[in-house]
């Protein structure tokens, strides 16, 4: 029995192999968006490697460089195990992520909208050095046959650490900003534009259903507070729809709302200025966020599947008022007067998961109820 568990927990993670595409991917649009007006400059693409340093820089730039490719450096490192160990990972991580940021840097010769940097690729070697060095330590931890098998066979109801991604995707969908704290799902804007495309003239959905609707401060607050609690409630129920009685639940509910709040924090600093940060937490979300967490205290303690029903209905809920509700026009307002930074690369990546979260959230809810009932 130990040997075949050994043989079983020490073949490579396709959850860390997948995890690291999509990572590579997210590096690749953000250092090549917009994607447009590709041209020919007649400059070798890597010239920049001899230029001088650039006169205009902050360290805020310096630090986002290097603490993006940190996470590409730790997958680096362990995606690969068992294959490389230790220094070889290290050594693969290192060089293999320096060069992604070498080739990144110097496709941006040919973007009008882009300037390649030696110092962005300095940083960026340097963050990738960070993240394989942990990723070399923490290796053997993950790896280790008892640790996996306890986390998969104790704590997850599927017996998967795939059924992890879902809940862990709600952090990450935080990051684009949205009309409501934990509003995601509003696919009307997108789908107009995309109607309007197709039919050669302009569609609004959202006005054909709110038509000339207008909320006071007061309904915007407390429609926020609607999809915050709702929003929150929905997402915390998936992880514990997935989660088994004896796992700490109470600790990894707190602890995903945590992060999600923490990339809230983190997108409106880097999206917009630091002292944005804070911003979306109005008496709305503040509200939302009270509701939602004294829902989650009785919530924790009924049964799975009465946790799974309720999660539909919250998403649910949330769905239908998000997209019937008019757009918030204090938080277009405040959108507007932010000075928006070079991260909005990421806007088009980071919209799309925002849109499509609950959806996927629901389907998993459905599809899994049919498969425990195979597995029992």
């Known amino acids: 029995m130990t040997e075949r568990l050994s043989q079983t927990f020490h073949r490579p993670s396709s959850f860390l192999r997948a995890a690291l595409l999509v990572y590579v991917f997210l590096i690749a649009y953000a250092s090549l968006y ?38 590409l450096g730790v997958l680096l490192a362990t995606a690969v195990s068992p294959l490389l160990r230790g220094a070889r990972a290290f050594f693969f991580a290192f060089f293999t992520g320096t060069l992604l940021s070498l080739v990144m840097e110097a496709l941006q010769v040919y973007l009008p909208s882009r300037v390649p940097s030696n110092l962005d690729l300095m940083t960026n070697a340097t963050g990738v050095f960070a993240g394989a060095f942990l990723g070399t330590i923490l290796a053997p931890v993950i790896f280790r046959e008892d640790r996996i098998h306890y986390f998969i066979q104790r704590w997850l109801r599927f017996g998967s650490s795939r059924v992890l991604i879902i809940p862990m995707l709600w952090p990450l969908a935080q990051i684009y900003p949205q009309n409501y704290l934990f509003g995601h799902g509003e696919v009307l804007p997108a789908l107009s534009g995309w109607l309007s495309a197709f039919l050669a003239r302009p569609v609004n959905l959202s006005q054909m259903i709110t038509g000339s609707l207008q909320l006071t401060a007061e309904q915007y607050w407390l429609s926020e507070t609607i999809i915050t609690a709702t929003g929150l409630t929905g997402a915390i129920l ?37 002292e944005n940060a804070l911003v979306w937490l109005t008496p709305g979300a503040i509200g939302g966020l009270i509701v939602g ?84």
């Open 34 to 71: 917009p994607f447009s007006g590709w041209r020919g400059s007649g400059v070798f693409p890597l010239t920049y490697l001899y230029a001088p340093l650039p006169r205009y820089w902050t360290w805020f730039d310096v630090l986002i460089n290097v603490t993006g490719y940190i996470p």
């Open 238 to 274: 998936v992880l514990l729809w997935v989660l088994q009685k004896n796992a700490p639940r109470i600790q990894l509910a707190l602890l995903m709302l945590l992060i999600a709040l923490l990339f809230k924090i983190m997108a409106c600093a880097l999206f917009f200025q630091p």
């Open 293 to 376: 967490v004294l829902m989650l205290s009785g919530l924790i303690f009924t049964p799975p599947l009465v946790q799974r029903r309720i999660a539909i209905v919250m998403l649910f809920i949330s769905l239908v008022t998000v997209n019937v509700l008019p757009d918030n026009q204090y938080f277009l307002s405040t959108l507007q007067t932010w000075s928006q930074g070079k991260f909005l690369n990421f806007n088009g990546a980071a919209h799309f998961l925002t849109m499509v979260w609950p959806f996927f959230a629901l389907w998993f809810l459905f599809r899994s109820i049919y498969k425990l009932r195979y597995s029992e």
